[in-house]
């Protein structure tokens, strides 16, 4: 599993807030000091054998490529804009994109997205993060995923565990939202399927 551990907090801030599906957190009383950018991180590990034969036989892939993405909608839901392997970057430069991990290996968030709350366009109301799996790899190929997000700082906010596994290759998983000078996150965790994001648009501005 990797090594997520945020960092211990000062006197005066909160602890990262684990939530369940469809749990909120207000970011900013997270962080009560101010906060001009996040990180969206996504991290999994490949599922382990079960049982006997699992062990005897194998059958579990070495590897598992998701990917995790953003869709900027506004008020109305329409969709503004995507930021995904395709396009690491939004037209603006707000939001950028690490880039493609195909194997899931290695310590830390396997993809992560950051996001400059100050340079977001004002019409940008909802940022979602996805994850989908352009192999067609499903989800019970994936153990130890979770989402969270991270202040410019560091320090986890907020961590979404995902337990859900099953035979689909996609995952609305959580919503940054924007209420007046405020920003939460929701947990959502909806299964769907479509190889990339542009499939999920549609069930994305349909669960958020």
Known sequence: MKSNSAQKPSLGEAMSVSLSKNQSVSLSKQAPNGLSSIILGVGWDVAKPKGFLGKVFGGGSDSIDLDASALLLDAGKNEIDTIWFGQLQSHDGSVRHSGDNLTGEGDGDDESIAVNLDRLPRQVEHVVLTVNSFRGQTFDKVENAYGRVVDNGGRELARFPI??????????????????GDWSFKAIGHRTNGKTVKNLVGDAQSVI
Not at 166 to 178: D, E, N
């Open 163 to 180: 337990s859900d596994s099953g035979p689909h290759t996609g995952l609305i998983l959580a919503c940054l939202s924007r209420n007046g």
